[in-house]
């Protein structure tokens, strides 16, 4: 099992920048591929960005480049920066994880706030 903790969101102004923090304890965390999710208010959660066990990334259409994910496995914590945010990046942000082999057991963060707003 795995136990996921965001931290690092807070009020910025349009224009600012963020970095997240996800901290995993548990076992084997270099194996899990994880991500980052958003849900806005009224709004449905959508993935922000995804690294694979390896160090692949993806990242959703509106991130234009703005964002990076990454991972220090050494550390058991994963990573989203944001930079030159804008009011609709407002949400609550997610850290997940899972492991492909078994799609029925994911876990999640509790979630940390993000405002952009001047």
């Known amino acids: 099992q795995l136990q996921l903790v965001e931290s690092g969101g807070d009020l910025v102004q349009p224009g600012g920048s963020l970095r997240l923090s996800c901290a995993a304890s548990?076992?084997?965390?270099?194996?899990?591929?994880m991500g980052w999710y958003r849900q806005a208010p009224g709004k449905e959660r959508e993935v922000v960005a995804r690294?694979?066990?390896?160090?692949?990334?993806d990242y959703a259409e509106f991130v234009e480049g703005r964002f990076g994910i990454f991972r220090d496995n050494a550390q058991n914590t994963m990573f989203l920066q944001m930079n030159r945010l804008r009011p609709e990046d407002t949400g609550v942000y997610y850290c997940?994880?899972?492991?492909?082999?078994?799609?029925?057991?994911?876990?999640w963060g509790q979630g940390t706030q993000v405002t952009v707003s001047s």
């Open positions: 548990g076992s084997a965390f270099s194996m899990y591929d």
């Open positions: 997940n994880a899972h492991l492909r082999a078994r799609p029925a057991s994911e876990y």
């Open positions: 690294i694979t066990n390896v160090g692949s990334t």
